[in-house]
């Protein structure tokens, strides 16, 4: 079990430098490599939400944010970032409703 973990921390921290790098697909994909590895941390798919934010995936992103909300119910950052995809679209009451509630 605490294998699986570091394995799929060292995969979250590959995927954070392809983000901080801006190579999104690259960081996307380990992200879910974490995710497999790990399908019960919300850290993993809001970063993964993040980087499907910068590719223009708004729908896959969402379904991240909500997952990551699903797991970790307290979770700010994945409200905020579900507030974010919510607003980009001009969807306003939402973002209040879903992102900032």
């Keep these: 079990e ?3 973990m570091e394995e799929a921390e060292a995969l979250k921290a590959q ?3 392809h983000l901080s790098a801006g190579r ?3 960081a996307a994909e380990f992200y879910t490599k974490a995710i497999q590895a790990w399908p019960t941390n919300a850290v993993y798919y809001s970063n993964r939400a993040a980087a499907y934010t910068h590719m223009q995936k708004l729908e896959q992103a969402m379904q991240d944010c909500h997952r990551a909300i699903e797991l970790k119910p307290d979770f700010s950052k ?3 970032r579900l507030g974010t995809l919510h607003f980009q679209q001009k ?3 939402q973002a209040i409703d879903e992102g900032y509630a």
Excluded: D, P
Aim: proline share 0%; hydrophobic share 15%.
């Design 24 to 26: 999104h697909a690259e």
């Design 2 to 4: 605490t294998k699986r």
């Design 15 to 17: 995927g954070n430098g």
């Design 91 to 93: 969807r306003y009451k």
């Design 78 to 80: 994945a409200y905020s």
